[in-house]
């Protein structure tokens, strides 16, 4: 089994063609980096698009998907393993457990959720494996500036940008992924 990259991203169906077209582009770069997939299971949207592009260049890819998504035909069936959990919350545990490394590709709340959950077990120095956010088109500028605000009004404390690494295209998210930056400050409970 290759390593496994934990991809977080959007299952919708209406994004531009360009957030679909880094996806697939993941997904070829990832089987030729020696990664396999795993991720929210889906067949649809950039998770299914990632998915599929993972498969189609001969690559693992491993889905964990809630029993209720399964039911709803959402499932990505011809994944080399479907593992089917009881809820949303073992899902992610599953996959963050599994994974050796996390991207995050532009998405929702489930997106912003599972990163930021990534990035709170980095900070309690849970978990050391490297968490990439690509910042596709500047997708997540908002978000970042957010972060930057937090600890400017002292509601993080200095260290929020070393938990995860932003990567502006695919080409840095591979660098980022080889030569990760450790979180290692001691947790300041704040």
């Known amino acids: 089994m290759p ?5 977080y991203c959007s299952s919708s169906t209406k994004l531009a063609p360009k957030y679909y077209a880094v996806g697939e582009q993941l997904g070829r770069e990832m089987v030729a ?12 949207g950039l ?7 993972v498969k189609d260049a001969g690559g693992t890819v491993v889905g964990v998907i809630p029993d209720f998504m399964q039911v ?27 994974a ?4 995050t590709l532009p998405g929702g709340i489930g997106t ?26 500047g997708f997540y ?3 970042l500036r957010f972060f930057e605000r937090m600890v400017a009004e002292n509601f993080k404390s200095a ?4 938990l995860l690494a932003v990567a502006p295209d695919l080409a840095a998210v591979w660098e980022l992924l080889n030569h990760p930056k450790p979180y290692l400050a001691d947790p300041l409970w704040c």
Not at 47 to 53: C, D, E, I, K, T
Not at 78 to 95: C, G, Q, S
Not at 159 to 162: F, I, P, Q, T, V
Request: with cysteine; glycine share 8%; proline share 2%.
């Open 3 to 7: 390593k496994l990259l934990c991809v």
């Open 33 to 44: 980096h020696g990664w396999g997939l795993i991720y929210g299971g889906g067949n649809i």
């Open 47 to 53: 998770m299914g698009s990632v998915a599929r592009s």
């Open 72 to 98: 709803r035909e959402l499932a990505y069936v011809e994944a080399t393993e479907l593992v089917v959990v009881p809820t949303m919350r073992e899902r992610k545990r599953v996959m963050a457990e599994r």
């Open 100 to 103: 050796d490394a996390f991207v």
């Open 112 to 137: 912003l959720e599972e990163m930021t959950e990534i990035m709170s077990e980095r900070y309690l120095n849970l978990t050391r494996k490297p968490l990439v956010l690509l910042n596709q088109d």
């Open 141 to 143: 500028d908002d978000l």
């Open 159 to 162: 260290g929020l940008a070393e």
